[in-house]
């Protein structure tokens, strides 16, 4: 399956990132929070219909189940909270893992396959 180039790009941003993890310090960390967030965003939006368009992305949170199976809305929603924590954290709160990092990667991976693999009908059934 290939992912739409900005996700992709973002997931090998970090990827390479994670390949030097004796460079990485806490900015670096968050940046790469960012850019797996970024990548979770995008993917709702395109899941959504909403691409093209401002919507809230806690707006787009909210009706994603009506747009995927609950659970990846679920995972998606969960994710998407622990990166806006990650980047956002105050600081006398500990700087996530390399291992979280890393975690958090694998997971912005499986969620944007997910919602990239998701069909939508339109139209009309008919049944006799």
Do not use: K
């Not at 900015?27 to 809230?56: F, Q």
């Not at 009706?63 to 105050?90: C, F, G, K, M, N």
């Amino acid at each position: 399956m290939t992912l739409p180039p900005d996700v992709q790009d973002r997931l090998t941003c970090v990827a390479n990132l994670l390949a030097r993890p004796d460079q990485l310090d806490g900015v670096r960390i968050r940046c790469c929070a960012e850019l797996l967030r970024t990548a979770v965003e995008r993917s709702v939006a395109r899941a959504c219909g909403a691409e093209h368009t401002d919507h809230p992305v806690h707006a787009l949170l909210l009706s994603l189940p009506s747009h995927v199976d609950a659970d990846v809305a679920y995972e998606t929603s969960q994710l998407w909270h622990a990166l806006s924590r990650a980047i956002r954290h105050h600081g006398y709160e500990l700087t996530p893992t390399i291992d979280e990092l890393r975690g958090w990667h694998a997971d912005t991976a499986d969620v944007v396959a997910a919602l990239q693999s998701t069909l939508t009908l339109f139209g009309t059934i008919e049944l006799h």
